[in-house]
Structure formats: C-alpha cells, structure tokens
C-alpha cells in the first residue's frame, strides 16, 4: 500500500556528521549526487534529491553491503534526532518500533509496516509517496538500523530471523554476518523479520521522563503536519525547487509526487485551482523574494525563474506587478529602508 502524500525531507545532522566519521566529506557526496552545497547546511530536500544524496554516498563507499553496516554502526545515539530518541528511550523493542512506525511519518519518505503473527514480526519497508524504488543503500541502512535500534536499547546481541532485499546488495555474506540470518535478494519486498519473543525485551535504555516530554511534542508535530497538507502548496513548492532548470512541467511534478498528471490534476481541480494558475504563482512569489536580495542582478533572476530570456521575465512582471523589475526593486528598498 503506498500513500501519495508528499513532504518536505529533512536530512539529520547527524548524516553528516556519520559521513565525517567514515572519512567521506559531505561535500563530495552533495557533488556526487549534482546538489549544491548548501544542502549540508539547508537539508530540505525533495524524494529525488534524497534518493541522488544516498546514491552518491553508496558510489563514494563503493560496496554496498559495508556501507551498510558502516553507516548503521557510526551513529552515536547523542545524534538522533527527536523522532529518533523517542524510540531508543522507548519501554522496550516492540514500544521502539511503533514509535519508529509512527514517527517516520514525520521524516519521509521510508514509511514502515509491522505485523505480528505467530512467531514472527514482519518489518516491510514502503514508500509514502513515490513508485519509483529507493536506492538499495537506503534501504539497506534502514532495515539495519531497525536492528541496530535493538541491539542497542536492548544491550543484547539480537539477531533477525530472515532479511529480504528487491535489489542486490553487494556482498551477502557481509549482511548475513551482520543481521546474523539468510539474505534473500530479488524479493518482491524489502522486509526484516524477527523473533517476535524479541519484541518483549525491555529496553536499558527506557527514559519515562524523557518520553514525557517527547512524545507530546511529536504527536503535535505530527497531527499539525497531516492536517496542514494541501497539494496546492505541495505543488508550488516542488515548482519552486525546480524553477532555474526550465520551466516545470505537470508530468514532472505529478511524477515528483507519484500520481498520474490526470489525478494531481483532479486533486488540483478539487482544491480550486490549477496548474498554470500555481505555476505563474510560484514564479511571482520567487521574484519577489529574489528581487528583494541586491546580490542577484535580473538577469541572473529571470534564469532562476526558469525564464529564456530577459525580456519575458520582464513582461510577466508588468502584468503581476504593474512595473518593471528594476523599478519594483527600487521602490522595495526604499520601503525596507524606511521601515528600517
């Protein structure tokens, strides 16, 4: 089951400070991945761009498997982020993993399902609003960490019952030393199971007056988030993204968020607008804000707002704002001065 909601993806600090430990400068991996570098420093990334960040770190590790583990092991539990150590301070394994179900929806786009039966728990990994398929380091990384999330709140050394991957994974050997089970690749899902007597393992870890402050925070965040989602403002900032490459296309941004262009279409429609209608939106909104930073000279401008040409930025801005550019810009200074 995939939901087709999309987010805006927070990248942790603590990614980077991981990659500083295995050796790997975070700026290779945003070179690698044809990012700017100002992604280590604004990590809020589209699925795509996630996707490229991972992929440039697996092509810069070279195999996957010991990237894998590599990666899952360096976090030190001072760098989880919030959704993260309201997990490791959970009651015990089973309270851990509801609480990494729950919160991940705050941190796209994994989004994990868990389903107890008989002596097993299954761990299926999901996409929450794409069809296109994670790179096989993230998704690697994600089902290890689920164990290392284990052995760590636990303090034993736990291992899986079976692990399933869709794509080849490097070395299996590696993994199966690692998660301490069978590897299957080429499966139809990426799943981790395990012993579910494990589940019941009280955690070391367990904070309760920790929790107490947490939990209250990430279940506002979250419900603030579900019932904030609009696909009008989903779509304007995807275009906003994209805007210096050309001009963004509905078939981009429909496949961005994992839908048919007849349904974003729809769903636009149901909202009460349109396409074209966001688009001319989402470029008025960023010249504006471009406008108002005296580094950037108007041509420089009208290519970032995915313009050909000088000259059509500047007849699109005398019907949004009745004046050129130049003098818009002029006249805003003279306001920020004053108010200053």
Known sequence: MTSHTFERIKIPAGFWAGLRQLGIAPHDVARKARLPLTVITEPVVTTAQYFAIWQAYS??????????????????????????????????????LNRMARYKQLCPPESLRITEQDELCNIDLEWLYTEQPGPPMLVGITLAFLLELGRRGTGQPLTARFVEFSHSMGDIQVLEA??????????????????????????????????????????????????????????????????SGGRPDIQAVASELGMSNRTLQRRLTDEGTSFMHLLTQARHE???????????????????????????????????????????????????????
């Open 59 to 96: 092509d810069l590790i070279g195999d996957t498997a010991n990237g894998i583990i590599k990666l899952a092991t360096v976090f030190e539990t001072a760098q989880y982020p919030p959704t993260v150590l309201a997990t490791y301070h959970a009651r015990d394994y089973r309270d851990a």
């Open 286 to 340: 960023q010249a504006r804000e471009y406008l108002s930073d005296p580094s950037l000279d108007i041509k420089e401008v009208a290519f970032l707002l995915g313009y050909e040409d000088q000259n059509s930025f500047y007849r699109a801005f005398r019907l949004w704002e009745g004046d050129t550019p130049s003098n818009w810009r002029t006249e805003h200074s003279r306001t920020l001065l004053k108010e200053g």
């Open 178 to 243: 690692y998660f301490g089970c069978r590897i299957r690749t080429g499966a139809k899902c990426n799943r981790l199971t395990l012993h579910r007597r494990d589940l019941d393992r009280p955690f070391v870890s367990y904070n309760e007056e920790l929790l107490q402050i947490l939990t209250p925070v990430l279940d506002r965040s979250l419900d603030e988030q579900q019932r904030s989602r609009s696909m009008t403002e989903m779509v304007k900032w995807i275009m906003k993204r994209g805007l």
